[in-house]
């Protein structure tokens, strides 16, 4: 009986049996230049790569340095894991989001954050969800982001808002601010003119109170007023 045995190709655009392309594909060929400009355009989370050749070990596996921004360890991290994304930060961040009260904190407010741009049921949706506001984080980059670029001790009595209130969730257009800035970026606010400056109509009646000591109406009267569109000076 003849058995038939089925070769491997040795076409160059073949794939091995390993992790590995063949032929010019194969890690050895590659130009290390334009990996290591790869790699740097990435966003690996808080390592940076500050080893300029790549090394490659055994069974021609590729390996680059990095520095942790937040940690300070340096280590060597296999190339194919940064490129495809099995590596998105130092293993200080993972044990930081499960010890980190903070980041605990920041998982909390990102799931609100999730839920009224992504929940039609949330009572939010429509002032984020439906006006197209979305959050491009996941939830590890959210804490991430958050702990290394807006560091606060510990998240408490300060809200994330962002800078611009028709923008996303996203690097960039986030900020920390207390309760009654972030009251005042809302899209809903009534704005008016007083002075020639833009204020939000809710602000009205401090300045009337400072500009007029003896102004008698309550702070929602006014504001209500300033709402409606009532001139100030009839207010």
Not at 29 to 49: F, H, P, S
Request: aromatic fraction near 8%; charge should be positive; hydrophobic fraction near 30%.
């Amino acid at each position: 009986m003849r058995i038939s045995v089925c070769r491997k190709s040795t076409s160059p655009n073949s794939m091995s049996d390993g992790m590995f392309k063949s032929g010019h594909l194969h890690p050895r060929w590659v130009d290390r230049a334009a990996r290591i400009k790869l790699l740097k355009e990435l966003d690996l989370g808080t390592l940076k790569i500050t080893g300029s050749p790549i090394v490659t070990a055994e069974r021609s596996r590729q390996y680059v340095e990095t520095t942790c921004i937040s940690c300070g360890a340096v280590k060597e991290h296999l190339v194919d894991n940064l490129i495809s994304g099995k590596t998105r930060s130092c293993v200080c961040q993972r044990r930081r989001k499960y010890n980190d009260p903070r980041a605990k904190i920041l998982g909390e407010t990102y799931d609100a954050i999730n839920q009224r741009c992504n929940n039609p049921r949330n009572d939010n949706y429509s002032n984020y969800g439906d006006r197209g506001i979305e959050c491009r984080f996941s939830r590890e980059e959210f804490i991430t982001y958050m702990l290394i670029n807006h560091y606060h001790r510990d998240y408490r009595g300060v809200e994330i808002d962002r800078i611009d209130n028709d923008g996303h969730y996203e690097a960039g257009n986030l900020r920390l601010v207390n309760k009654r800035d972030n009251l005042r970026n809302k899209h809903t606010n009534k704005l008016i003119r007083y002075k020639g400056d833009t204020i939000v109509a809710a602000d009205l009646w401090s300045y009337l109170k400072r500009d007029h000591p003896g102004f008698s109406l309550s702070h929602g009267t006014t504001a209500k007023l300033a709402a409606a569109g009532v001139p100030i000076e009839e207010i």
